[in-house]
Nanobody, 120 residues
């Protein structure tokens, strides 16, 4: 079993910054991709940013230039730094990881979510 535990988030003023961290633990053979998604009330869950095992990254257009995602493969952690926060960044943020097994199977795991509220 694999668990993703998130930390960070909370209430932040517009223009401020936040740092979200996520640690994967459990029976892990290999983590292919780690990333962050978010879901605002009444909206679908959307990608914020992701980072592959070799370091390539992908960002949603809405956060490009304001977000930086990084991972520590040795510790199985991923961190999202977001700056210049806007009210539209308010959402529940979810950590995601795609794991592969020794048999070449792939599984998706999600964290429990952490609330980020940006006050204007």
């Amino acid at each position: 079993q694999v668990q993703l535990v998130e930390s960070g988030g909370g209430l932040v003023q517009a223009g401020g910054s936040l740092r979200l961290s996520c640690a994967a633990s459990g029976s892990i053979f290999s983590i292919n991709v780690m990333g962050w998604y978010r879901q605002a009330p009444g909206k679908q869950r959307e990608l914020v940013a992701l980072v592959a095992s070799r370091g390539s990254t992908n960002y949603a257009d809405s956060v490009k230039g304001r977000a930086t995602i990084s991972r520590d493969n040795a510790k199985n952690t991923v961190t999202l730094q977001m700056n210049s926060l806007k009210s539209e960044d308010t959402a529940v943020y979810y950590c995601h990881a795609e794991l592969s097994t020794s048999r070449g199977l792939f599984y998706d795991y999600w964290g429990q979510g952490t609330q980020v509220t940006v006050s204007s």
